[in-house]
């Protein structure tokens, strides 16, 4: 395997957080490639040359009809056998924000329940509009690969369709039992409140329930998330950094480097 | 077969779309008790079987989890049985031909399913219990529909098929211009929509005189593009006859001798030093930014289209602005968007509302949704902004949108070559935005919803993103010679303009159209969004196409640059146009116009009739008052932080929610080399002095970037002049005093003007009574570099025991004040600018950021120092005690009014470690300055003058103050 995992940015139109995440990948030690969707469609198989998978943020077909949902189609539709494949060659896939709703809606990410379909999705936040601010991440478990090592974080959020809701109780509770709930909001000023009370808005800044902001599959290699680590590598993009709060390097990092670590 | 596909919420979900228009409704004064339920649909047309339907809605249409759905033929009753007990259905749908993405994305996708769909079209449901005939009517007129672009339909829909247009069949149209009279040429001009004047008529009368022919209506509607207001710029680069008290000056192009002409005086003095690249030149200006890169700038504005149907205006305002770096050299890739805003007071009575006028709390909403979309959806953070308010606005908001790029060094210039081809890239043709260029030259009156219907549009951001993604790639490998973006007048300005000074043929037929039967005419000078053209070497045509392709970008060969110094048009080979491009470009008359300036008398302004021992009371009116109260409702539904690049984020401070004089930002993510953007305004000044209003809007521009660590010898700024009707002689000579002290003040900074564009006739026209005009609006955008990000400071106060220094003299300046406003006084000295010492205090300022010295750092503008410490003070979380008696001030200045709230321009309030004091003192020798206060901590912010309490606040309220207003 080569020093540098190879990284494919898989991009659509309206994609359009693909530079800044390819330059966290690269950052972390990754070589990651930009290609647009038509160029895989053209030859799926090409997906196996490469070791990590990513779906950057963006308004993939300008969330037109639902957000994610048209390139959801298409991944499910035309590049499933393609993705299972590069699933089961151990390798990863990383979807952030409108990435986190294409994996979800295309059930790349999350498995179907036999003949009640998918048990989540992620909608229209609580709040009805777009919002841009930051939020405090706590990782709830230790199953997913690109949280490895990582107890917090602080990253911003952008989105106007990140609501988290599950089927229905059940569903949310097989989800929870397989630990794959793995990142959850929490108080901005208090990473350590919230677990009974649940984290009200604007810290929890959709309406998600359970304060969910990313999962993972049942495998811990395939991971989505609402809010943006590749805009939060580097101190000065830290809100606070000018008040001597940010650290070297920003919190965000560390989920590209655990996984390029994965391949090394 | 017509199918109709209808989505809910299911009942466990919140009905969002209903919440949101019972707020609206409310907010109207529609009593909130009002029950509603919304949905949304799709109408699809094809051969399609009820289980394919069923199938689209489960897998596309809908998400099983969230929604459900109703899905039968158009007609069906099972489509308007009573929902929640609701009876009466209202259908919202998009007037045919009007841009709707999320039909164009259905379709596709459907397409994508395998099956055969012919066209697909959204609708908006709503129901209601039985309502009055005239609250329904009320309803659907303000709340539910906009008649610029949508219609309603009442009760069940009874679609059969959707219109896809009705075929065109060619017939050349000529206009007897020679024969006809003055008035028969004014009646042409005005119902052909054309708004040339009398003068202009005639010259193109006297032409085709000359020629022997006739114009055909092509030809005419290429010169009344050309020629008009938006386009040429005609009375600002014209003559003007200018008086004031001081004398009289006549100027041959008035813009040249003042705005340009201060840049130009700049460049000669920096000499070898110079950073300016290309000025008033290209579609933005051009200046350094490092070895690789150049950073380009424009501001433009989109007020006519705003009030008829904001959410259109303002997004395709900023999808307009966004294709002006891209189209400037061979194209800069944006990095930053901005936009600046000027509404009525959104309480304005709904019931006092003349015809024809949206309400403002409807106009704000729309605009800010509309610029939300676009610059979201294109990737490009929205960096910095303003809104201001005044009642003046009612009929004609202004909405200002910028766009920052980068643009590569060695792509800086562009030249279409004979035999080069003409190709269109982009979005297709249609009728949108038909005169949508002579449109925004004229007034607005009461019938300008149903006169100008046709110029209402709106764009789609992903077809502008698609075009962005290819433009860049065949930037890089080299595949054409220019480009420029297609804004007013369409092709007919960007072909225009391209081929100005060689000729072009084009070949109208070929472009692609959204829908049949556009005339050639319509083809064109249609403003549809998201195009531009290329001049294109015929051998990189293949590669160029198969790019486009690659990518699905339509790009199109419409015609080729041929040295004949022609501009021929031809539809399915038949000539149609065969203009002389001297006489397009050149044939205009000059524009002559009187201008005279009166100042006024000046009042003292009576502060004895202020209650001084409610001071505290003042401030918190001031910082509720709604030009400086918290945006933070519009700030947050942008994204300020895609790209990565944000460095000093609009909103800042301990909770993030503090007021940024500026921002910065890298816009390259290996490099700590930042751009810095902010702005300035004062309409308020311009009553008083429109010289001292553009001086200070001059200076606030250029301290807010100094405040937060920009080079003040690297600024670039941009003038938006917006007024009124610059017929009236009054009107225009307050722009000239205007334009004067743009010159004057530029020179003395040395911030050259880069760009800059006007908006006249800002006026409307009500049914009945006198036309209202804005006030004289004049937008000053900053674009400023810093060399290393981390030099940067923020506005909030840091920590316990630093001192505060307030840098600058006061003087006592309460003209035009938000004292006077919030106390309703009058008269007073505005605020004018010392600009020679102002570069010093700039100057020493940054000396200071710089090397480090300053902890926080805001400038003072509207309220004055008691409205800064507040800012500082809140946005920090800690509280500070200020001293009057300390504060730097001129004799006449030393009453507490002046001391707390004058607006004295080139004032700082600085933070600063108590161990750097004697470090910081010396940067400023020679400029004056006190230390007036201390960060102590705590929850307070206390005001003393000579030991006796002026102000003492709590600042929890002082935040609540200002951040209630504007939460919406």
């Not at chain 2, 959204?122 to 303000?142: D, G, I, M, R, V």
């Amino acid at each position: 395997m080569s020093a540098r995992p190879r990284v494919l940015i898989l991009r659509a139109p309206g994609t359009n957080c693909d530079v800044e995440t390819a330059f966290a990948f690269e950052r972390a030690g990754g070589q990651a490639e930009r290609w647009h969707v038509n160029r895989l469609l053209e030859a799926p198989q090409r997906l196996a040359e490469f070791q990590i998978l990513c779906i950057p943020g963006g308004f993939s077909y300008g969330d037109d009809v639902a957000a994610g949902r048209i390139f959801a189609n298409q991944l499910r539709r035309h590049l499933a056998d393609a993705v299972r494949q590069f699933k089961d060659a151990d390798k990863l896939i990383l979807g952030i924000c409108n990435g986190f709703q294409v994996l979800i809606k295309s059930g790349l990410l999350l498995d179907d329940d036999p003949g009640l379909g998918p048990p989540a999705t992620l909608t229209w936040n609580d709040s009805g509009r777009y919002e841009d601010r930051w939020v405090r991440l706590r990782v709830r478990s230790a199953k997913c690969v690109f949280l490895r090592g990582i107890e917090t974080m602080l990253l911003p959020v952008a989105h106007a369709e990140g609501k988290f809701v599950p089927r229905d109780g059940v569903a949310l509770e097989a989800l929870a039992r397989e630990e794959q709930l793995v990142l959850t909001y929490c108080p901005l000023r208090d990473e350590n409140a919230g677990f009974e009370t649940g984290t009200p808005y604007p810290d929890n800044p959709n309406g998600s329930v359970a304060d969910v902001a990313g999962v993972c599959d049942k495998t811990g290699r395939v991971f989505g998330l609402m809010p943006h680590p590749e805009r939060h590598i580097d101190p000065f993009q830290h809100p606070q950094w000018t008040r001597g709060k940010a650290r070297e390097p920003g919190d965000g990092l560390q989920v590209f480097q655990n996984a390029i670590t994965y391949f090394s | 077969m017509l199918w109709e596909v209808d989505i809910y919420p299911r009942p466990d979900q919140p009905n969002l779309a209903a919440q949101r228009l019972k707020a609206e409704a409310a907010d109207l004064g529609l009593a909130p008790a009002l029950a509603i339920a919304a949905g949304w649909g799709y109408l699809i047309q094809g051969n399609l079987d009820r289980s394919q339907v069923l199938r689209l809605a489960a897998e596309l249409l809908a998400d099983p989890i969230v929604e459900e759905t109703v899905v039968a033929p158009v007609g069906d009753e099972v489509l308007h049985r009573p929902r929640a007990g609701l009876q009466q259905v209202i259908h919202v749908l998009l007037k045919p031909g009007v841009m709707d993405p999320v039909a164009q994305s259905a379709k596709a996708a459907i397409a994508d399913f395998g099956f055969e769909v012919e066209a697909v079209r959204t609708l908006k449901k709503y129901w209601f219990s039985p309502l009055p005939e005239e609250t329904l009517q009320w309803l659907c007129a303000k709340v539910l529909a906009n008649d610029a672009i949508e219609q309603v339909l009442v009760g069940p829909l009874r679609l059969t098929h959707l219109g896809t247009g009705s075929s065109y069949e060619f017939k050349r149209i000529t206009v007897s211009i020679r024969a006809m009279d003055d008035a028969a040429m004014e009646r042409l001009s005005r119902e052909g929509q054309l708004f040339l004047s009398l003068a202009e008529m005639k010259a193109i009368q006297e032409h085709f005189r000359a020629l022997g022919r006739d114009p055909t209506d092509v030809e005419l509607e290429t010169l009344a593009q050309t020629w008009s207001e938006h386009c040429s710029h005609k009375t600002l680069k014209g003559r003007i006859h200018y008086r004031d008290e001081s004398g009289e000056r006549r100027f041959d192009n008035m813009l040249k001798e003042t705005i340009f002409a201060a840049t130009a005086e700049i460049r000669r003095r920096l000499g070898q030093r110079d950073w300016c690249v290309s000025v008033f030149a290209d579609n933005a200006g051009v200046v350094r930014f490092d070895e690789q890169y150049h950073a380009v700038f424009k501001v433009e504005t989109h007020n006519h289209p705003s009030a008829l149907e904001p959410y259109g205006g303002a997004n395709t305002g900023i999808g307009g602005v966004i294709r002006d770096p891209m189209g400037t050299g061979l194209g800069a890739k944006p990095v930053a968007n901005t936009d600046v805003f000027c509404f009525a007071p959104p309480d304005f009575p709904a019931e006092r509302l003349p015809p024809g006028v949206l309400h403002p709390r409807r106009v704000m909403r729309g605009v800010v949704a509309g610029v939300r979309d676009y610059g979201n959806r294109m990737g490009i953070p929205t960096v910095n902004g303003a809104i201001y308010f005044d009642p003046r606005y009612l009929g004609n908001p202004l909405v200002f949108c910028g766009t920052i790029g980068l643009l590569p060094v060695d792509k800086a210039r562009k030249e279409a070559r004979a035999g080069d081809l003409i190709v269109a890239i982009g979005g297709r043709t249609g009728r949108d935005g038909i005169h949508g260029a002579t449109f925004s030259s004229a007034e607005l009156t009461s019938q300008s919803e149903s006169l100008s219907g046709g110029a209402v549009q709106i764009g789609n951001a992903i077809t502008e993103k698609m075009l962005l993604d290819v433009l860049l790639v065949a930037r890089d490998r080299g595949l054409y010679h220019a480009v420029t973006d297609c804004g007013a007048g369409g092709f007919s300005s960007a072909v225009g303009e391209m081929g100005e000074h060689l000729g072009a043929e084009v070949w109208l037929e070929r472009v692609p159209l959204k829908y049949e039967g556009l005339s050639y005419t319509e083809i064109w000078i249609s403003e549809a969004q998201e195009r531009m053209v290329l001049a294109v070497p015929p051998d990189h045509w293949e590669e160029l196409s198969a790019l486009c392709a690659s990518e699905g970008v339509e790009a199109t060969v419409i015609g080729r640059f041929v040295p004949s110094g022609r501009l021929v048009l031809k539809y399915q080979d038949q000539q149609v146009a065969d203009l002389d491009m001297e006489f397009l470009h050149h044939g205009r008359p000059p524009v002559i116009r009187e201008a005279v300036y009166r100042p006024p008398a000046i009042r003292p302004l009576l502060v004895s009739q202020w209650p001084e021992n409610d001071a505290t009371g003042t401030l918190l009116k001031i910082l509720g008052s709604l030009n400086v109260a918290s945006k933070e409702w519009v700030i947050r539904q942008y994204d300020h932080e895609v790209q990565g690049g944000s460095v000093i984020k609009p909103l800042v401070g301990e909770a993030s929610d503090g007021p940024s004089d500026a921002a910065v930002l890298r816009p390259r993510l290996d490099s700590r080399r930042g751009l810095v953007v902010a702005c300035g305004m004062n309409p308020r000044y311009g009553e008083l002095d429109p010289y001292w209003m553009a001086a200070s809007a001059i200076d606030e521009a250029v301290r807010n970037c100094v405040a937060v660590g920009a080079d003040p010898e690297r600024i670039a700024i941009l003038d938006n002049f917006c007024w009124g009707n610059t017929d009236r002689p009054e009107t225009l000579g307050s722009l000239v005093r205007a334009a004067l002290a743009c010159h004057d003040v530029a020179i003395a900074l040395g911030t050259p003007f880069i760009s800059g564009k006007d908006s006249l006739n800002n006026e409307f026209r009500p049914e009945s009574g006198e036309p209202i005009a804005i006030p004289p609006s004049l937008l000053i955008s900053a674009l400023g570099q810093v060399d290393d990000v981390g030099q940067c400071v923020s506005m909030d106060l840091k920590e316990v025991g630093n001192e505060l220094y307030l840098v600058g003299l006061t003087h006592d300046e309460l003209g035009g004040s938000h004292f006077a406003f919030v106390e309703d006084l009058s008269g007073g000295q505005v605020p004018k600018v010392d600009a020679v010492r102002a570069r010093e205090v700039f100057k020493a300022v940054h000396r200071a950021i710089a090397t480090g010295l300053v902890r926080a750092c805001h400038d003072l503008s509207e309220g004055g120092l008691a409205v800064a410490a507040a800012e500082m003070a809140f946005a920090g979380g800690l509280g500070a005690e200020l001293h009057l008696e300390r504060v730097p001030a001129d004799e006449q200045a030393r009453h507490p009014a002046a001391l707390l709230f004058s607006e004295s321009n080139t004032r700082f309030l600085i933070e600063v470690r108590p161990d750097r004091t004697a470090a910081f003192e010396n940067c400023l020798a020679g400029i004056a300055w006190g230390r007036v206060g201390k960060v102590t901590g705590g929850d307070r912010l206390e005001i003393m003058n000579h030991g006796s309490p002026v102000i003492s606040a709590d600042l929890k309220l002082l935040k609540e103050t200002w951040q209630k207003p504007l939460r919406w």
